[in-house]
């Protein structure tokens, strides 16, 4: 009984041999690759010629002065001024007024930012003190105020203020007519 556990084992293990062996892949078969011809390469381009430093250049030749001379061409003709354009220019007391009221309001928006809005009203009283700082900008001759404490003009209009942007607002009188918008009203900016 010996005998037939040795074959036994004897013939497991050379089972387990085959096995192994059949599980194995095959190596990978040899290819011989030619070895290509070597590469004749063309020869190398001659090193280029060294470069020798240049002198600097010569100074410009000086410019030739030109003196001036007279004008040739004739002068223009003068053109006419209008006879209404001095009634324009003129300063007066009505124009002067809304000039200052206008300027009382770019001070007002240099010290705080800009230009007070809102009804002229509320623009009389905030330049007759009543802001952040306590400060009056309406001076005492343009403190003439209507029942309602509207700003008004000579003529017992209240004044139209239009805020172009936070510092420019347009400052418009109504004019001896008394209506606004017609060709008699005074504006400023």
Known sequence: ??????????????????????????????????????????????????????PPPAPPAPTPRIEPGPIK????????????????????????????????????????????????????KTLMGGNSAKATYLPSGLQRLN???EIVDMWGTPYFFHSNSSTETEVRSAGPDKVLHTKDDIVTK
């Open 1 to 54: 009984m010996k005998g037939i556990i040795t074959i036994l084992l004897a013939l497991c293990l050379l089972a387990a041999v085959a096995i192994w062996y059949l599980s194995e892949p095959p190596p990978p078969p040899t290819v011989v690759v030619p070895r290509p011809a070597p590469v004749k390469l063309p020869p190398a381009p001659p090193a280029p010629p060294k470069v020798t430093e240049l």
């Open 73 to 124: 061409a004739p002068p223009p003709k003068p053109v006419p001024i209008p006879a209404s354009y001095a009634a324009t220019i003129e300063a007066s007391p009505e124009k002067m007024e809304a000039e200052e009221l206008a300027r009382n309001l770019r001070d007002f928006g240099h010290r705080f930012g800009g230009n007070p809005t809102g009804t002229n009203a509320e623009i009389a």
């Open 147 to 149: 029942g309602n404490g």
